[in-house]
């Protein structure tokens, strides 16, 4: 136990594997990215047969970095064994990166993009689809330049298209640009987007392994967990597990906003402390003192300084009822209001809800009208946040997707950790 605590204390460095080429290769030029080591993994992968990539994912014990940090080999097993009449299938990258706070994806497709392509190739493979599709948010203009040009010369240099390598595996790859609806973030959202129609969320099951992108098992992945692949297969599961945790191996990009020195993204191995993060950026503005962070976006998790000495993880910080989510961090210091940062989250709901199902449209809109009610000068807000927290929860047992299932998170935190603030707002 002292030993974690002394660990914890350390002065840390980042440990870059995703962001290895960031700033020292030009993004525009495959050949660069083929010196620093760039397709290894690739060619590694065509070697292998596809259940032992997947296997060897599985192994790594790589986990979903979009948010849900499901198990990525898992996630391949099911959609490579659904359907095995079906005549085609599909990887679709979510390159949508919608979540305030977040901008780790756009990190690596404006200063990496060939690294998360090879990767949805290698995912390709493993699950034998030879169809896939990026989509891309269209204010992401310089990741789909950046994209489109890797893609372009990954056909010229025989990584995409038929007989990839010699190896008898075709695969084709296009952009699609998404237009800016934050719910196209969750997948099944996205996939109804990509077919052409109004990105409203569809009911689960059938998951997308099972039914996907016109009606084919489909794996859909964040730009962050495909652009591991390649390093896993390259360097090997063991090497890979030497990072991170036992529960959850490897590296995390985390992007850090707020009151810090020096906001940005840093990579980290999983199971770095709340605290060596901030020091990490520069420590607190001005010197002031640590007061709060939110979690995740704005689907995420207030913490206050109990949590600074936390692992960094998925499990452990969903065993103290907080969220990991995309790795985004937003630091408050002493004299920031709660109430202001919930709040916007609260109206961010309520503005891109999709107003499909009645519990997310309605209840989006009576929880920004309670939070408005917190400032007034009479009633009783104690039990006003109380039925806020309450309604949230029925939301989150009925809505149809995870917009509506959202606004319990930093509700529910901020008023585990705010309570008293949040029923007297300045």
Not at 154 to 170: E, P, Q, R, V
Request: net charge positive; charged share 25%.
């Amino acid at each position: 136990m002292n030993q974690d605590n002394n660990r914890h204390t350390m002065q840390i460095k980042e440990t870059r594997i995703v962001l290895k080429n960031a700033g020292k290769i030009n993004p525009m030029r495959i050949d660069d990215y083929t010196q620093a080591g760039g397709y290894e993994g690739l060619r590694k992968a065509l070697q292998m047969k596809p259940t032992n990539v997947i296997d060897e994912l599985m192994d790594a014990g790589l986990r979903g970095r979009g948010g849900a940090g499901f198990s990525t080999g898992m996630k391949q097993k099911f959609t490579s064994e659904s359907c095995q009449r079906c005549p085609q299938r599909y990887v679709v990258v979510n390159a949508d990166e919608g979540e305030p706070g977040t901008f780790k994806d756009r990190v690596i497709m404006e200063q990496d993009p060939h690294l998360y392509l090879e990767g949805t190739i290698i995912a390709a493979y493993a699950i034998q689809a030879t169809k896939g599709f990026i989509y891309i948010r269209a204010e992401y203009y310089d990741s789909i330049k950046k994209t489109r040009k890797a893609i372009e010369d990954a056909y010229k240099a025989g990584f995409l298209g038929k007989n990839i390598l010699g190896s008898g595996f075709d695969f084709d790859v296009e952009v699609k640009l998404g237009a800016g609806s934050y719910l196209c973030g969750e997948e099944l959202t996205m996939l109804e987007s990509l077919e052409g129609k109004r990105g409203n969320p569809r009911i689960k099951p059938p998951f997308p392994a099972e039914k996907g992108v016109f009606g084919m098992p489909t794996l859909v992945n964040n730009v962050e967990t495909l652009a591991n692949a390649p390093i896993i297969i390259a360097n090997g599961k063991e090497w890979y597990r030497k990072l991170g945790t036992e529960r959850s191996p490897g590296t995390k990009i985390f992007t850090i906003s707020g009151q810090v020195n020096r906001p940005g993204y840093y990579e980290l191995p999983l199971g770095v402390s709340l605290k060596q993060l901030i020091d990490l950026a520069g420590g607190m503005r001005k010197g002031r003192p640590f007061k709060a962070a939110l979690l995740g976006g704005a689907a995420g998790t207030f913490v206050d300084a109990s949590m600074l000495d936390e692992k960094m993880t998925y499990d452990n910080l969903r065993e103290k009822g907080a969220t990991l989510g995309s790795g985004a961090v937003i630091v408050m210091a002493e004299g920031d209001p709660v109430y202001d940062i919930l709040h916007n989250c609260l109206r961010f709901f309520r503005h891109e809800s999709c107003g499909k199902c009645v519990p997310c449209r309605v209840g989006t809109t009576q929880l920004v009208r309670q939070a408005d009610q917190l400032k007034a000068p009479e009633g009783n807000k104690e039990d006003l946040l109380k039925q806020m927290v309450r309604e949230s929860e029925i939301m989150a047992g009925t809505s149809l997707c995870p917009l509506g299932q959202s606004p319990i998170l930093p509700l529910e935190s901020a008023a585990r950790y705010f309570k008293k603030e949040l029923c007297n707002p300045v």
